[in-house]
Structures are given as C-alpha cells and as structure tokens.
C-alpha cells in the first residue's frame, strides 16, 4: 500500500472510498500520480475543474488577489464582490445573488429562501412549508439535505429527519402537480441528476415543470451545481428547454462547482428579487461566502468560460463522446445516457462491476469514478479535445473486453 493511503486511512474518517491512487500535478485534462505516471481525467472533481486543471489565468487572478486581500469578512464591503454578483446575476438572467462556499450550502440557502418567501408572500401557515423534490436526487449530504434523499446510504444512523419535504418520482411532472398543496413553497430539482447515474428526464419536462409552478404559485429553483456553467453544452441545462430571462426563467438557480475555477469552493444561489428580498440582516450568512479572493476567482472562472467558448466546445465534443460511447459494442453496456460532456455508461451488474471498470482504467490512465456500483460516470473538463477523447473511449472498450 502506498504510504500516503496508509497515512490517510489512519488518521482520515473513512467517508470516501477513492480509486488506491495518490495524484501530486495536475495540468489541463491530465493528471499526475507520485510516482509520474500520467492519466487522462474524466472526472473534473465532478464539473469543479470544467476550465481544467491549473488554468493559468484562474491562477494568476488567484495569486494577484492573494497579494492585496483575501478575507475581510462581510461585516464590510470589499472590491470584487459586486462585480461577481452582477456577473452571477446577467448569465442566470435574475435579479439577486448570495454568494456562499460549497453546493451544499448553497442548497440549504435555497431552502431557506424558498420556506421564508412561503410565509412572506404565499402565506402559508407558519413551520407548514413545503418543498417537492425528486426522488434519486442528490443535492449534498448536509443534514436538512439528506432529510429527502431517496438513498439509505446517505440517511442511515443520521436521524431524525428535517420536515417539510415531499419526494416524487424525478422527470414525471403529472407527479409533482399532484403533490402540490396550499402548503408548497417551491419544487427543488435538479434538471439532470448527476450522482443517479446522468438520469436525463423526458423532453418537455422542465418546461411542463415551470408551467405547473406558475399555475399553483409555487417557486421553480433548479440545481444547477453539477449540471451548470456549460457541462451539458448550455450555459445551464435547463436552457435546453427554457428561457433565462424574466418569466421564461426558473425563479431560483443554485450554482457551485465549476464556479471556483478548480481552485476553491465557491457556490451562490441567485433568485427573483421578490424571492431574495426574503432575507433580512442577519438571517442568514457564511463567514468566508463572497470573500474577495473567491469572487475573484469565480469572475475569472466565468471569464475563462466565455473567452474560451467552452460552453459551446462542451456541446461539439459532448456529441462526439456520446457518439462513440453509444457505437461501443459491448455486451456489457446496458445504456449509454448524458447531454454535453457529461456521460453515464450503464454497466450490466450481472457481467460486472462499475468499480471494477474504474479501477482497470486506472491501470490504462484514465480516471472515472462509479456511481450506485453500476453507472461509470464520464465528465472531463470543458477543454477536452477528439485525441482525448478517443483515448479514453479506446481504454473503456479494451476494459469492457477484458470483462
């Protein structure tokens, strides 16, 4: 065993269980282990590293920031926040951001706003809110967060359970009207799941799914942390069906991950004016949420994203991956699924196992990760081009041969 494995299985909580590699380097869409092998990464830290790794000019926002401020506290204002939330606020096409640091806390802001909106302005009873979410779902592993999860793993020896959530079947829209009440304050979804496997839902649903909640007067906040900021081959995957703009859009919009450029954790969740003017001082912060050293990181993340047309070369090689994962003529494939550079690729459980998969294309260099032990999940950086990818897909099909 590698003795950073032993050092960190020795003093580390055993809440992860990794891939036996240890990476020291990374650059672009590759990655470097300790002892100089190099791998293709087709993970990007789930879309946190879309830019790729150790972009220069994220960096050096990084570093020039560093030298004159880093952490002042929002008892103050600081140079680089307004920008970034006007940023946040142009590209969503809504009216308020709240910056904060990882997706999780982002998700807990949206629930937040989302309960408080429903006693200010619907007026429902008080501690009666409710939100619909879908089943499978996965918006972080916080303790409100896991309360409407649908996966045993993520709830067990963890209660008791946070109230006030409803979980329907994901990509039925029929579903959540009827579960719609005097008492719904919002639908929380996430417009493709991600940690389920790259469920994508029927087309029509997000836009069915909008047309309900502005017939019942519910709010509509997508999560956008995993699935936005280009990784379908949108800027947000719910432009693949609805606007971004006044009543076209969604009323709430949860963004993270690829937010911090690959270097720090930098999340926001960005609503209608009416919806953010819930919160008063005081009701609701983060110590290191909209620090200067993460707006500016973020800025530059975003404009790295635009100067270098990733959304649109996330879309021309998205197809081209799909189009090669769905030509791969293995028994051992049950469904090809995914929109953009984000693929799953359906392992039949009776002929093998996703984590097994993984851990041969490590052997090939080529980094993935299983998800539910059956889906090998496949999210390079935006920057990824054909080479890449067919190396990639070569290794997965001399795997899956080898099976």
């Known amino acids: 065993m590698h003795p950073i494995i032993e050092q960190e299985k020795r003093f580390g909580a055993p809440n992860y269980h990794p891939l036996p590699v240890v990476l020291a380097r990374g650059e672009g869409v590759w990655l470097w282990d300790t002892d100089g092998k190099k791998y293709l ?23 020039d920031q560093a030298d004159r401020l880093c952490v002042p506290s929002r008892a103050f204002h600081s140079e680089r926040l307004a920008p970034l939330l006007e940023k946040l606020c142009k590209i969503t096409g809504l009216d308020t951001a709240l910056p904060m640091n990882t997706g999780a806390e982002a998700v807990e802001t949206a629930i937040k706003a989302a309960r408080r909106w429903g006693y200010t302005v619907k007026h429902i009873p008080k501690d009666k809110a409710e939100i619909i979410v879908g089943l499978n779902n996965f918006h972080g592993r916080t303790t409100a967060i896991i309360s ?24 039925d829209a029929k579903a959540v009207e009827k579960a719609i009440t005097p008492n719904t304050a919002a639908v929380l979804m996430e417009p493709i799941q991600g940690e389920a496997g790259i469920i994508v839902p029927p087309e029509g649903y997000l836009k069915e799914l909008q047309a309900i909640c502005k017939k019942h007067n519910v709010l509509l906040i997508l999560d956008e942390v995993q699935s936005g900021l280009g990784r379908t081959g949108k800027m947000f995957a719910f432009q693949h069906e609805i606007g971004v703009s006044g009543k076209d859009g969604p009323d709430g919009v949860i963004l993270g991950k690829a937010l911090g450029g690959g270097l720090l954790p930098v999340s926001a969740f960005v609503g209608k004016k009416e919806l953010m003017d819930c919160f008063t001082p005081g009701s609701h912060g983060s110590t290191f949420g909209g620090n200067p050293l993460a707006a500016a990181v973020a800025l530059e993340a975003l404009a790295v994203l635009e100067d270098e047309h990733l959304v649109e070369r996330s879309a021309e090689m998205g197809a081209y991956l799909l189009k090669k994962l769905r030509g791969l003529n293995s028994p051992l494939i049950r469904e090809v699924r995914g929109r953009g550079l984000w693929a799953g690729v359906d392992i039949d459980p009776k002929k093998a196992r996703a984590r097994i998969v993984c851990e041969k294309l490590m052997a090939r260099g080529v980094l993935s990760k299983e998800t539910h032990e059956t889906v090998v999940r496949l999210a390079p950086p935006l920057i990824i081009n054909r080479e890449e990818i067919d190396f990639a897909v070569a290794q997965l099909a001399a795997v899956l041969a080898e099976l």
């Open 41 to 63: 990464d087709m993970m990007s830290a789930y879309s946190a590293v879309s830019q790729g790794h150790h972009h220069p000019r994220i960096v050096k926002a990084l570093k």
């Open 148 to 171: 409407f999860s649908s996966e045993p793993l993520y709830r067990e020896g963890f209660g008791p359970f946070v109230p006030g959530f409803v979980a329907v079947p994901f990509g």
